[in-house]
């Protein structure tokens, strides 16, 4: 069956690096998303992209973030310089279908710890 | 914004009970989702239900809708240990899909 698929599973970092999280959605998915949630807590919507631009982004989601989808098949998180309530499990989704129906299809998650 | 806030947090039954969750949003729909997540792992699609439907079954699973009170409920029917996870609804369209808080499920055996 096919899936989203997440690397790395867990990065350590140091406060103030990069970090680029990365993302393979499913074949013919045409949305995709980055959700985040800190240990125990809500799933939080980052942001959505769609034509190769984002949708719709969150306040979460400063100039700290950025999303890139570089070669039709991977999208990409990248944080800029890492703080310290940056930690927390990230999730990539994808989507088929316009609309507002439609399931997302989420991967196992890639774990952030900044130090 | 839709957002979906589940009661009760946390829900601990025995094996073969039934097991009923809540969920409320602010805004108008056209569909609500609820998702099912295991301890650190992905969301896993449950069921969808538009907003003109009031019930809808899959399995063991039975969701209502009451849209004037802006409210659904997911009954898990015969509950299993392995249903021990954490179950969100979710609202919004394909630009942006809000969860809620999430109900905790423990299923003891």
Redesign the interface.
């Known amino acids: 069956e096919p899936e989203?698929t997440q690397t790395p599973s867990h990065q350590v970092t140091q406060m103030g690096q990069e970090v680029i999280l990365r993302c393979v959605p499913i074949s013919n998915h045409l949305?995709f998303?980055w959700?985040r949630q800190i240990l125990g807590?809500?799933?939080?919507?980052l942001v959505?992209f769609?034509n190769n631009e984002i949708?719709?982004k969150?306040e979460i989601f400063d100039d700290q973030f950025s999303v890139e989808r570089p070669d039709g098949s991977n999208f990409t998180l990248k944080i800029r310089s890492t703080k310290l309530e940056d930690s927390a499990?990230y999730?990539c989704?994808s989507?088929e279908?316009?609309?507002?129906?439609?399931?997302?299809?989420?991967?196992?998650?890639s774990r952030l710890t900044v130090l | 914004s839709q957002q979906g806030e589940e009661d009760p947090q946390a829900l601990s039954i025995q094996e073969g009970e039934n097991a009923t969750m809540n969920c409320s949003y602010k805004t108008s729909i056209?569909?609500l989702?609820w998702?099912r997540?295991n301890s650190?792992?992905?969301?896993?699609?449950l069921i969808?239900i538009?907003s003109n439907e009031r019930e809808k079954h899959s399995g063991r699973l039975r969701v209502t809708l009451d849209t004037s009170k802006k409210s659904s409920s997911l009954l898990i029917t015969a509950s299993r240990a392995a249903d021990t996870a954490s179950y969100?609804c979710?609202t919004?369209?394909?630009?942006?899909?809000?969860?809620?808080?999430?109900t905790k499920l423990q299923v003891i055996p």
């Open positions: 989203v949305y998303y959700y807590q809500k799933v939080e919507f959505s769609y949708s719709e969150s499990m999730f989704a989507k279908t316009s609309g507002d129906t439609g399931e997302l299809f989420f991967g196992e998650g | 056209n569909n989702q998702y997540q650190g792992r992905g969301l896993v699609h969808l538009r969100f979710a919004g369209g394909y630009q942006k899909v809000t969860f809620g808080i999430g």
